[in-house]
């Protein structure tokens, strides 16, 4: 594995872990932290929830254990039950995380149990019954357990949903969500996935995360990816206007969400949307939550298609059929952004998101791509050509080049030859002072 190759190197000793940690990492071999161990490892010590995109192979294993294990070590055992939970679709990697685990605390006095089906249940309801401090269990057989009440989560201090993407291709989307509702509320949360770009990892971000950060890895070089992403640049607000309506009229979806940065956009586009014969309807923040339950109502029962909305009023929106997201706005960061796309796809079926940019929001989008380490697809409307074809030169970032220091446009001669003229011809006629008692030339 490439240990490191941020601009930063960190060493472990550097992330300020607890000594019998550096011990065991010392005896495992690891020298360096690898990237997603870099950039999660001091987020989690903060005790700050978080949502990571890393792959199987990144060290995302160590990087949600060693600062879990860290904190259990920093505060003392207080109260009864599981202090930390670590959930995971397989019993085989439940089993290798485990096994990591046990490596990690070997300088401790922490203990490590693992819950997965198949296995005695006896032995497991006893270890739960006995102190454990750490768990690691895939999700079917914590309910089975809690089932008969033998769990206790009530006091647990971190919840870890290790390859939430499988977990919930896999169906355990309930599970999962019924198991996080009996864990203390006032834990820390750690979400790990292949790709961010997942609806049903956002959604269950939305639910189980509070306040969270974001880190993006992995290159998302993988199968999870069920949203197609596109963009479309727009010379202004009237060109994206006419390209919000061609979209709306010519693809093909059951349901579409489109997003606008403010209220006022979002009420000034459903006129002209409306004028075009579409179902539409606007959300957000500042209509009373009687209208907001009437319109989501409609939405959700098909009457309109086309549900315009502010990100804040769509968190948390969770409609099945919306297979096409258009933004409007480009969003103001990769956090908006993925939660706006995440609205979009179902598990099983494929979701459409396409960004309408114009050049002032050409170095958002970018920037958005490379947080995600993804490159969206451009798409020419040619029945709406505009005048603006993107940045005409690139930095390696993707950025537009030279933007800044380009001189203002001269104004062209004739307009002054134009003013003279007018000038000549009103000889005569009583013009408006200015304040200075001078007239005042056309602007
Ligand atoms: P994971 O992505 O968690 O499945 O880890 C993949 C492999 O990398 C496991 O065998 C880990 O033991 C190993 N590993 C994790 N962190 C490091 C590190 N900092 N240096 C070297 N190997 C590591």
């Known amino acids: ?60 294993t160590a990087a949600f254990l060693l600062p879990t294990l860290d904190h ?52 497991q309801k006893n270890m739960l019954q006995r102190h454990t401090d750490v768990v690691i269990a895939t999700p079917g057989r914590v309910l089975e357990l809690m ?7 009530e006091n647990l201090e971190v919840l870890v949903l290790d390859e939430a993407d499988r977990m919930l291709d896999m169906g355990f989307s309930e599970d999962v969500l019924n198991i996080a509702g009996h864990c203390n509320p ?44 596109q963009y479309v640049v727009a010379d202004d607000n009237d060109h994206k206007k006419k390209l919000l309506a061609w979209l709306l009229l010519n693809e093909t979806y059951d349901k579409a969400l489109v997003f606008t940065n403010s209220r006022l956009l979002a009420d000034e586009l459903r ?37 315009i909305a502010t990100d804040l009023a769509a968190r948390g929106l969770d409609i099945r059929g919306i297979n096409l997201v258009i933004n409007f706005d480009v969003p103001r960061n990769g956090i908006n952004y993925i939660h706006r796309i995440g609205r979009t796809g179902r598990i099983d079926e494929l979701g459409l998101t396409i960004a309408l940019v114009k050049s002032s929001e050409w170095n958002l989008i970018s920037g958005i791509q490379r947080f995600l380490k993804q490159t969206f697809k451009r798409r020419n409307i040619k029945e709406l050509e505009g005048k603006y074809k993107g940045p005409k030169k690139l930095k390696a970032s993707g950025k537009a080049a030279g933007i800044k220091n380009k001189a203002p446009e001269k104004k062209p001669e004739k307009e002054k030859i134009k003013v003279r003229h007018r000038d000549q011809k009103n000889i005569g006629k009583r013009r408006a002072p200015s304040k200075d008692g001078d007239t005042q030339a056309p602007k």
């Open 271 to 307: 006129g002209p949307l409306r004028g075009q014969k579409l179902r539409v309807g606007v959300l957000h923040g500042e209509m009373d939550q009687k209208d907001r339950n009437r319109m989501m109502d409609l939405y959700r029962n098909g009457e309109i298609k086309v549900l």
């Open 72 to 123: 259990l070590l920093t505060l003392p055992l207080q109260k009864s039950g599981t202090r930390a939970l670590i959930l995971a679709p397989t019993r085989e990697l439940a089993q290798q995380i485990f096994k990591q685990c046990q490596q990690l605390i070997e300088f401790t006095d922490l203990t490590v149990g693992i819950i997965t089906g198949g296995d005695d249940f006896r032995l």
């Open 1 to 60: 594995m490439q240990p490191n190759s941020t601009d930063t190197p960190l060493t472990f000793s550097s992330l300020s872990l607890a000594e019998p940690l550096l011990l065991a990492i010392q005896k495992m071999g690891y020298e360096q932290p690898t990237p997603v161990q870099q950039k999660s490892i001091p987020l989690i010590l903060e005790h700050k929830d978080l949502l990571v995109s890393a792959e199987t192979g990144s060290g995302k």
């Open 186 to 229: 006032l834990r820390q949360t750690l979400l790990f996935s292949a790709t961010l770009t997942h609806f049903g990892v956002i959604k269950m971000a939305d639910k189980v995360l509070k306040n969270h950060d974001v880190v993006a890895l992995n290159t998302l070089h993988d199968g999870h990816r069920n949203i197609e992403q």
């Open 147 to 153: 089932e008969q009440e033998i769990p206790n989560f």
